[in-house]
C-alpha cells in the first residue's frame, strides 16, 4: 500500500499492519489468540 492509498478492504489494512510488525521484529496474534486474550471464547 502506497503513501495516500486508502486500503479497499479491511483484511488489506490488516495484512499491510502485520506486514509492518514483522519486519520489526514483532510477532502477530492470531485471530484465536486475540479472542483467548480479550477473553472472547
Do not use: P
Request: glycine share 12%; no cysteine; proline share 0%.
Amino acid at each position: 500500500m502506497s503513501k495516500g492509498v486508502l486500503a479497499k478492504t479491511n483484511a488489506e489494512l490488516v495484512a499491510h499492519a502485520a506486514g509492518i510488525l514483522k519486519s520489526l521484529g514483532a510477532s502477530v496474534a492470531t485471530a484465536e489468540d486475540a479472542r483467548a486474550m480479550l477473553g472472547l471464547g
